[in-house]
């Protein structure tokens, strides 16, 4: 299967558009998986096709970015009650899914985010990681903004980005 090719360290560099001692740093950290043949280090063709996901947004997600982005004032300067919230939405939600379903799925992983406390769900809202723009797509934080201040960050955003091409 091609997703599982083995890929050499310069290979990686060329893909992702980075030096090869950079992709050997990010697999000695960990935050990119590889496996050693030898004295060699490989990497799986998915996990690096997996990182430019994350870093290729689509319009979409960059737009629900922005939102989460917008929100951040409301969940740093009055975070027990936003994600008091977004709890509250999380228990009501989960009870109209399937509890066997994906939606159910990203609400739990939400309630985990939220319980690791602050930091963990500011980092989550901010990241464009492939699974933090999954969450976002199913995100708890809905009537966090206002409707004016979610209208001005939906302007904010089509006047600080082109997106004819999108």
Excluded at 66 to 94: E, F, G, V
Aim: hydrophobic share 35%; aromatic share 4%; charged share 30%.
């Amino acid at each position: 299967m091609e997703n599982d090719t083995l890929l050499k360290t310069g290979e990686v560099a060329d893909l992702l558009g980075v030096s090869r001692q950079h992709v050997v740093d990010l697999c000695n950290r960990g935050d990119l998986p590889s496996v050693k043949i030898g004295t060699h280090r490989r990497v799986r063709r998915a996990d690096v096709e997996e990182i430019l996901q994350a870093h290729t947004l689509t319009y979409e997600q960059r737009k629900q970015l922005w939102l989460h982005q917008a929100l951040l004032t409301h969940l740093l300067t009055k975070p027990d009650a936003t994600m008091s919230l977004a709890r509250k939405n999380i228990r009501r939600w989960s009870s109209m899914h399937r509890p066997d379903g994906k939606a159910n799925d990203y609400l739990r992983e939400w309630e985990k985010v939220l319980d690791d406390g602050l930091e963990r769900t500011v980092e989550t809202v901010l990241s464009s990681s492939l699974r933090s723009c999954e969450l976002r797509q199913n995100s708890p934080f809905a009537g966090v903004l206002s409707q004016t201040e979610r209208m001005a960050a939906l302007t904010s955003f089509r006047a600080t980005h082109d997106w004819s091409a999108a």
